[in-house]
């Protein structure tokens, strides 16, 4: 069934969701700091109406309609509902990774022009070390909450052209562009992906675990509850918190980003219970290799589980897809992202110029989406360097087949000399190798390529396996072993690959 067309007003969907839907259960695994009242469960009305008590005692601050208000907490869903208590004022939510520097914030607060920053005591000490905001502009979430008589206000929204919404990009390769959103092309990002949803019959448990700053999160959580899915938004990625979570609620779809599916792979192949109840399993944004997706698809229960790949960007939102199942994955190459969603989304592959190649050229990927952000908020040159016409040029190198498939090889700022696509290789080398958690390909300090290595914290570094199973590889350098979680990541586990660069260098 397809959905028709709605802007998004973050409020107003969340107001509706809890008029349809009122009993539906939201679950937590950890107390939220700016709604404490909901404790570890609460239902879609419950939330609603401490959102508009929050938005009432912001009010009271000062927060008006059209005022930026920068929330910089703690990663979890109070996240996201700050930012729809913001959206009932008419202000315009700038959600920021609590992993920035104070140092990028201040860079943030300038083109913002003195915004309003919402923070709590996860972002205590940078936050109150800015140098560029007044104190009168801080807000801390401990002390909101305890604010007394605020009148309810009403609800102010903002022309669905206008900005009303601001993400940011990653940041792997320097200060990250804030992304602005409206309520127009988030409402075509939504309609992408309600259209996903209604393809699932039963409305059952739905557990994420997503950087709540990511423009990913409110499409998806607006979507779940304009369908009326109970969510389990999941604060705490480790392994055993995952086990509890899983075995306990026993939840139908499970979603997060695809650096926390290879992590906890190691938990499939050992436990594959844990996992047993999933149906649908969701990958955020980004390729994912073959055997992490089939270790999970081995682990339900069901007769015919589906792990969904989707492609996409955050200036675009979710642009293409494949439904992948244990069947399918035997012959299905990973690197294979799948289609766009007609008249919503799709991709061409063109060459330096921008001319656009045959099939089975690689090439610079475009993307089309009626979604697209409307600009770098203060950078909109540097938004308009990716534009073409009514394309937009998405920085990633690849090529798409004769029946229009995406093949996706790389970043085009990490492409490898003599590497036709690094991911690919570090795809092989995880599906062949399950003691490694991660592989990464980057340039060595001669341009040479060099893995990186990080050992499962349970296993020992096998290397006979390592050299035979890069034998048959273009050269590549003695690896480079590290932990983990010393690995540079983004707010959405992304490898900053440049940072790691860098690093190799100065050493």
């Known amino acids: 069934m397809l959905n028709k067309y709605e802007p998004l007003n973050l409020y107003t969907n969340f107001e509706k969701a809890a008029e349809k839907f009122p009993t539906k259960a939201i679950y937590f695994d950890e107390p939220l700091i700016a709604f404490p009242e909901l404790n570890l469960e609460t239902t ?26 920068i929330i910089y907490k703690s990663a979890k869903f109070d996240t996201y509902l700050l930012a729809v208590a913001a959206s009932y004022l008419g202000a315009v939510p700038v959600m920021v990774s609590p992993h920035l520097p104070a140092k990028t914030i201040d860079i943030f607060v300038n083109r913002l022009d003195q915004p309003w920053l919402l923070f709590d005591s996860e972002t205590h000490h940078k936050s109150t070390s800015l140098k560029n905001l007044p104190d009168t502009k801080l807000i801390e979430v401990e002390k909101l ?15 669905k052209d206008t900005i009303s919404y601001m993400t940011h990009t990653s940041g792997t390769t320097g200060v990250p562009k804030l992304i602005a959103h409206s309520a127009n092309s988030m409402g075509w990002r939504t309609k992408w992906q309600k259209n996903i949803f209604s393809m699932i019959r039963k409305k059952e448990l739905v557990a994420f675990h997503i950087s709540p700053v990511h423009s990913r999160f409110n499409i998806g959580i607006s979507s779940l509850m304009a369908k009326g899915f109970p969510l389990f938004p999941i604060a705490n990625p480790a392994k055993e918190n995952i086990r509890r979570i899983l075995t306990t609620y026993q939840p139908r779809i499970l979603e997060t980003h695809p650096n926390h ?10 436990q594959p219970e844990v996992f047993s109840s999933i149906k649908f399993y969701h990958s955020t944004f980004d390729a994912i290799n073959k055997e992490t997706m089939a270790v999970f698809l081995r682990c339900s229960k069901e007769k015919s589980p589906v792990f969904l790949q989707v492609y996409g960007q955050s200036e675009c939102g979710p642009m293409i897809m494949r439904a992948n199942t244990k069947k399918s994955l035997k012959k299905t190459d990973a690197r294979d992202m799948g289609i766009g969603m007609p008249g919503l989304t799709k991709v061409r592959i063109v060459d330096q110029e921008g001319n656009p190649v045959g099939a089975n050229v690689s090439g610079n990927i475009q993307m089309f989406s009626k979604g697209r952000a409307l600009t770098y908020y203060k950078e909109d040159a ?6 073409y016409g009514k394309w937009w ?17 790389d970043r085009q700022v990490d492409l490898i000399a003599n590497i036709e696509s690094s991911l690919a290789i ?10 490694l958690d991660e592989v990464v390909l980057i340039r ?3 341009g040479s390529p060099q893995p990186i290595l990080a050992v499962n914290e349970n296993k020992e570094m096998d290397w006979e396996q390592w050299w035979k199973n890069v034998s048959d590889l273009p050269h590549i350098n003695e690896p480079i072993v590290m932990n983990y979680e010393d690995l540079p990541r983004t707010a959405t586990m992304k ?3 440049l940072e790691m660069e860098r690093s190799l260098k100065n050493n």
Do not use: T
């Open 495 to 497: 490898i900053q690959r």
């Open 145 to 159: 909450i305890l604010s007394e008589n605020a009148s309810q206000c009403p609800q102010e929204e903002l022309e």
């Open 44 to 69: 879609y009305l419950g939330c609603k109406e401490s959102i508009v008590n929050r938005a009432a005692q912001l009010h009271q601050l000062g927060v008006k309609k059209a005022d930026k208000i």
């Open 426 to 435: 570090e795809d092989k080398l995880l599906d062949a190798m399950p003691f």
């Open 393 to 409: 040029d998405s920085g990633d190198y690849g090529a798409k087949d004769h029946l229009g498939r995406l093949s996706l090889h």
């Open 261 to 270: 599916f290879v992590q906890w792979a190691s938990l499939a192949r050992e």
């Open 444 to 446: 060595g300090v001669d």
């Open 382 to 387: 540097r938004f308009q360097e990716n534009v």
